[in-house]
């Protein structure tokens, strides 16, 4: 077998919860000034889930919806990776749920697992599928990676900083999305800032501080070392002007603005002398880690990188801004976004990506568009599929989450949440018995409103083997003998 060519992404797909808070009702409801969140964190909305979802239902959707728009044939698929934090199981990959997918097709033979390390899961994963790609044990097939989580904390501060959704990639060689093999700069300690040690608690433990300065360390290691493969590859000095966009791990956008600053000033560190850097004069004896916290030299950053953060990185932000922090999937909601914000200007541009997970583990590394990628974004229909969504008040939200706290590890009960909102052809959770196995249902798939909102209002629905819709014990193999039952 050839050595693969131009390996990178073919398609990328994401789900998200249909319901959202806005983060101005938010502060109002927390009582907290106007623009806290919406100008302090830089985030508009946040997604959320009840209990009838689960990380295994968000990843269902995400690859069921990859494959089914994208035509993926599921024998093509050799390697099926996840990165996830959100943990159901201490034992049961989220990868071993989305075999349903691929065994009911006679496909069995698809190495891979879960990846977990806080938000870096998901990079890990799409690491692993292009390294065995590139390793004597591919074999000629695609693989899949699916990044995502449900970021809940507790009623306080941090909260505002959740969210949810899921991305799917399908990987292989001659991509439109071509990473740059050999160029990555990695850096990762063990660092006690963000950490989940409580088994029957969704919540995390958070440093705030420590967190910050972990994640400024973490791109000055990566951006430094990214920078050395690069000179030593391309055999010319690397600085953000080698970069056509970046995108970030974004647990808010206002970090994600202090980062790119954050790259610049690396590149001052590197050319103290270049007069483009005036400004930064006075911090030329500083050390790097004396800077985290600098308000000033923050404010000189960002005067600095006005412009460029508009035009390479404000292109990478909807998705953040709409769902909050996907922990895993971040990053990748980021290049979703870019390429529905930009896809006709990518063309053999150049993306440099940072991808943070705390405790910590962080990687840089880039990738190019070396084809048209319109059809991704005709297929994704993300604008409209957000505009599509349900905007709930905060006490809802507050109701839902407290619910998931009661839930949360919960054994023989059926969820209460209600699936009427929810995106037509969904994976739901339907019901978890004694022993803590979990089964799934999914609503109505169809773009009739009244069929759909019939079954997703009374007759939760699944589809079996045989792609017959299942409900209340009757099998209807047509939607047209569905349609004529509801006339009678």
């Not at 071993?96 to 994963?125: E, P, R």
């Not at 292009?130 to 989580?149: K, P, T």
């Not at 919540?203 to 000055?220: E, M, W």
Request: proline share 4%; charged share 25%.
């Amino acid at each position: 077998m050839s050595k693969p060519q131009n390996i990178g992404i073919h398609a990328i797909e994401v789900y998200f919860p249909s319901t959202y808070v806005a983060q101005e009702d938010l502060e109002k409801f927390d009582g907290v000034s106007a623009g806290k969140y919406t100008l302090g964190l830089g985030q508009t909305n946040m997604a959320f889930c009840g209990d009838r979802e689960d990380i295994y239902s968000l990843s269902l959707n995400a690859v069921n919806n990859l494959m089914e728009k994208f035509n993926v044939d599921p024998q093509s698929i050799g390697r099926l990776e996840v990165g996830t934090e959100t943990v159901i199981d201490k034992s049961k990959s989220v990868k071993t749920v989305l075999m349903d997918l691929f065994a009911k097709h006679g496909n069995t033979s698809i190495d891979g697992i879960d990846t977990i390390n806080a938000c870096y899961g998901g990079t890990s994963a799409l690491h692993n599928a292009l390294q065995w790609m590139e390793s004597s044990y591919w074999d000629g097939r695609n693989a899949i990676v699916v990044a995502g989580d449900i970021a809940v904390y507790e009623k306080g501060p941090a909260r505002p900083t959740g969210g949810a959704g899921v991305i799917a990639m399908l990987i292989g060689p001659d991509a439109p999305i071509v990473f740059e093999s050999g160029l990555r700069g990695v850096h990762m300690e063990n660092v006690y800032d963000f950490y989940k040690p409580d088994m029957d608690s969704e919540y995390p433990r958070v440093d705030g501080k420590l967190s910050i300065s972990c994640y400024f360390r973490a791109i000055d290691n990566c951006y430094n070392r990214y920078a050395k493969t690069f000179e030593k590859k391309y055999g010319q000095k690397f600085t953000l002007d080698q970069v056509d966009y970046a995108l970030f791990h974004s647990p808010y956008n206002k970090l994600v603005q202090k980062s790119f600053g954050r790259m610049l000033y690396n590149d001052f560190l590197n050319n103290k002398n270049d007069a483009k850097f005036q400004t930064l004069e006075q911090y030329k004896q500083f050390q790097p880690e004396e800077t985290y916290f600098n308000t000033d030299l923050e404010k000189a950053l960002t005067a600095l990188t006005k412009t460029d953060y508009q035009s390479k990185v404000a292109p990478t932000t909807n998705l953040a801004k709409q769902l909050g922090n996907t922990y895993c999937g971040s990053t990748y909601a980021g290049l979703l976004s870019l390429v529905d914000e930009k896809s006709n200007d990518l063309l053999g541009k150049r993306v440099l990506t940072f991808s943070y997970g705390s405790g910590l583990a962080a990687s840089a590394f880039s990738f190019k568009v070396e084809k048209p990628i319109n059809h991704i974004v005709e297929k994704v229909d993300l604008k409209n599929r957000l505009a599509n969504r349900v905007r709930v008040s905060p006490q809802e939200f507050t109701d839902k989450l407290s619910l998931r706290e009661t839930r949360h590890n919960l054994k023989d009960y059926v969820p209460s949440d209600q699936v009427q909102n929810m995106f037509p052809g969904s994976f739901y959770l339907s019901h978890v018995d004694e022993a803590g196995k979990r089964k799934y249902d999914r609503t109505f798939a169809t773009s009739s409103p009244s069929p759909s909102s019939f079954f997703q209002r009374r007759s939760p629905m699944m589809i079996n083997k045989n792609n017959q819709m299942m409900v209340k014990g009757l099998t209807f193999r047509t939607a047209k003998t569905v349609l004529s039952l509801l006339k009678k």
